[in-house]
């Protein structure tokens, strides 16, 4: 079964800093594009970044570039979001989702209408004084 599992939220000031970690099983990651995707309370979903299987495509949102980077450990079959310099309005709970029906992409897309096959269950991040 193809699963991924996102951890490393948490409550943080701002200005501090989280990496965020999601962690494939049942597929080798590198083969396929992963994006990262946040949601807020009362805010529509938000791509915020993403990654092709070469990872020589990456994309971030504007809300986030500069601040955040995304990365990949196929050893580890792991993703990583660091996110620094935090907002509060980074606050939002962050997926990580895998495109497994498209093998080997050169470029990732970065929108909330791609269409992912593989979601996690999310992982909270706080960002308050």
């Known amino acids: 079964q193809l699963h991924v599992v996102e951890s490393g939220g948490g409550l943080v000031q701002p200005g501090g800093s989280l990496r965020l970690s999601c962690a494939a099983s049942g597929f080798a990651l590198a083969n396929y594009a992963m994006g990262w995707i946040r949601q807020a309370p009362g805010k529509e979903r938000e791509a915020v970044s993403c990654?092709?299987?070469?990872?020589?495509?990456?994309g971030y949102a504007d809300s986030v570039k500069g601040r955040f980077t995304i990365s990949r450990d196929s050893a580890k079959n792991t993703v990583y979001l660091q996110i620094n310099s935090l907002k509060p309005e980074d606050t939002a709970v962050y997926y990580c989702a895998v495109d497994t029906w498209t093998t080997a992409p050169p470029m990732c897309v970065l929108s909330v209408s791609y269409e992912y096959t593989e979601w996690g269950q999310g992982t909270q991040v706080t960002v308050s004084a």
């Open positions: 990654i092709s299987s070469s990872g020589g495509s990456l």
